[in-house]
């Protein structure tokens, strides 16, 4: 047990060394970000003029929330893993893994976290220098509960980014190109997952169903749980629907990985 462990150990240092190498295209990529971040504030303070409330949520709440998102989105998003992974099946570099006693899943899986590991601390010095400029406009509630209830939801949220993008690397069995699905997933990810707007101000029948998708819990989920969009109740529910999900998608992981090694052994790769 701790042999098998200690090999995903060395996937996550060689992760944490290749990341490091990039810390600075990481390190822009957050400060470019802000001006992102300029634009939400500028256009949402629009949006507010005159209003007390936009569904529900002052201006500050909503700020709050597209901040909480930008350091989501470095913490715990699939940046380009599903490319990854299809250039090492594309290049034959998948076969190296087959004559090993080792997990490809949680092979990339130690990867992925590494890299996040290091974006993640790395947005905090954008943020850190922006912070005096954008603290008045901060709201966070003060529960203690969401603290509690954010850590597992966070987590989940990681592994349904984590596996949607490793599937969609599985492609490559059977699409040598999947940069158009890849493309179209981020799309309906920015959209349903809370990037564009707060998923609150759908219709009530549009955001019960979105209740019900992958994408809510991508990176509305633990943003609404921290800046208080969603109550105790519905948390509960939410992180239970979650880790159905986790669940759903390793078994399409694991599946995609059976068909598609048949594949790649029938024609000889």
Same mark, same amino acid.
């Given at each position: 047990?701790?042999?098998?462990?200690?090999?995903?150990?060395?996937?996550?240092?060689?992760?944490?060394?290749?990341?490091?190498?990039?810390?600075?295209?990481?390190?822009?990529?957050?400060?470019?970000?802000?001006?992102?971040?300029?634009?939400?504030?500028?256009?949402?303070?629009?949006?507010?003029?005159?209003?007390?409330?936009?569904?529900?949520?002052?201006?500050?709440?909503?700020?709050?929330?597209?901040?909480?998102?930008?350091?989501?989105?470095?913490?715990?998003?699939?940046?380009?893993?599903?490319?990854?992974?299809?250039?090492?099946?594309?290049?034959?570099?998948?076969?190296?893994?087959?004559?090993?006693?080792?997990?490809?899943?949680?092979?990339?899986? =130690?990867?992925?976290? #590494?890299?996040?590991?290091?974006?993640?601390? !790395?947005? @905090? *010095?954008?943020?850190? &220098?922006?912070?005096?400029?954008?603290?008045?406009?901060?709201?966070?509630?003060?529960?203690?509960?969401?603290?509690?209830?954010?850590?597992?939801?966070?987590?989940?949220?990681?592994?349904?980014?984590?596996?949607?993008?490793?599937?969609?690397?599985?492609?490559?069995?059977?699409?040598?190109?999947?940069?158009?699905?890849?493309?179209?997933?981020?799309?309906?990810?920015?959209?349903?997952?809370?990037?564009?707007?707060?998923?609150?101000?759908?219709?009530?029948?549009?955001?019960?169903?979105?209740?019900?998708?992958?994408?809510?819990?991508?990176?509305?989920?633990?943003?609404?749980?921290?800046?208080?969009?969603?109550?105790?109740?519905?948390? =509960?529910?939410?992180? #239970?629907?979650?880790?159905?999900?986790?669940? !759903?998608? @390793? *078994?399409?992981?694991? &599946?995609?990985?059976?068909?598609?090694?048949?594949?790649?052994?029938?024609?000889?790769?």
């Amino acid at each position: 047990m701790l042999r098998a462990a200690g090999k995903y150990r060395q996937a996550f240092l060689l992760g944490l060394q290749g990341s490091l190498v990039y810390r600075w295209n990481f390190a822009v990529r957050g400060f470019f970000s802000l001006f992102h971040l300029a634009a939400v504030f500028i256009l949402w303070g629009a949006a507010f003029a005159g209003r007390e409330q936009v569904g529900g949520f002052d201006l500050r709440q909503t700020l709050t929330y597209f901040t909480t998102i930008l350091f989501l989105q470095f913490l715990i998003s699939a940046f380009n893993e599903d490319y990854q992974i299809s250039e090492e099946i594309r290049q034959g570099l998948i076969n190296q893994f087959l004559l090993k006693p080792i997990n490809y899943f949680l092979y990339r899986l =130690s990867i992925f976290a #590494a890299a996040r590991l290091v974006s993640g601390a !790395l947005i @905090l *010095l954008p943020l850190a &220098a922006a912070y005096p400029f954008i603290h008045d406009a901060m709201a966070f509630p003060s529960e203690p509960w969401r603290l509690v209830a954010a850590l597992p939801a966070l987590v989940l949220s990681a592994l349904v980014q984590f596996t949607i993008a490793y599937c969609f690397g599985l492609l490559t069995f059977w699409f040598l190109e999947i940069q158009g699905l890849v493309v179209l997933s981020m799309a309906v990810e920015a959209v349903l997952g809370g990037q564009i707007f707060p998923l609150d101000l759908l219709p009530p029948a549009l955001h019960e169903v979105a209740r019900f998708l992958p994408f809510y819990y991508q990176m509305y989920f633990p943003a609404a749980i921290l800046t208080g969009r969603i109550g105790p109740a519905e948390a =509960s529910e939410g992180l #239970a629907l979650q880790a159905g999900w986790v669940v !759903l998608l @390793l *078994l399409i992981a694991h &599946a995609l990985w059976v068909r598609g090694l048949r594949r790649h052994t029938a024609v000889g790769g």
